[in-house]
């Protein structure tokens, strides 16, 4: 996936007209870091942690990073495109395609980052590939999502089933509005608690050796059901369990191997 994926890529900002990618990698978990291999390149990269200037900064191993790569230079190409490979990153992978300059992107996405709720400050997690979709679906306000969609002429990333989705930017230029904030209410705070909701249902119930569905498949019925759960106002987890696996039913798996 990762050579077709770079191609893909390739393909869309030589038709934009544009060289510069930029790479977000959410390390949490991986037990790996990228640094040392950044630091290599002569000239340097531009590359910045996204936790820089909050209380979360001393957290490198599992800060996001931002790293700014042109297509048009062969070892940086090569090198994205080993990342892109590697399975332990393409989980971990979100792209965008930006003419912006490399530091005023960098404050808007650091911006992002630092949400908030009820006044007190969080990390808004939308570098992880597998909750940026739903960010831009079903939880963030128009207004937030165009912080967002400004800077970039697309995003890119792979869902749960490896595949690749590409989504437009609005490509606005920088305005050097300092008092960017993503502020989020209590309904949008539910709407990301249903996430980890999905992933434990998911967990506990076999996940696709349970149901005819592809991972991106299971994962998109069981937390729409989940929405639908707080919409009815099932606020008890057996409830809510309940709702989604009646929801699922028509494509649950029978024991005896014969699918219904």
Known sequence: MGSKWLEKLQASCEGLKADALFILVDQTGSNMSLVSSLNTFQPPLEWCFLFEGLPEEAMEEDAPLLIQLSLSRPLERLWLAGLLAAPVWQERILLLCSRWPFVKLAACLKQCVDAQWEGRGGILRFYDPRLFPLLMSTV????????????????SWQDRDGKLRMLPGEEKAPDGDESLKIDLSDAQIEKLLCVGDTNLFILHNGGTESYRLSEEQLFMRCYNAMLEANERGLIID???????????????????????
């Open 140 to 155: 963030l306000d128009e207004r937030q999502r165009a912080y967002l969609l400004a800077p970039a002429l697309f995003w």
């Open 238 to 260: 057996a409830q809510r369990d309940a709702h989604v696996a009646a929801t699922l039913t028509p494509w649950r798996k029978v024991d005896d191997g014969v699918t219904q």
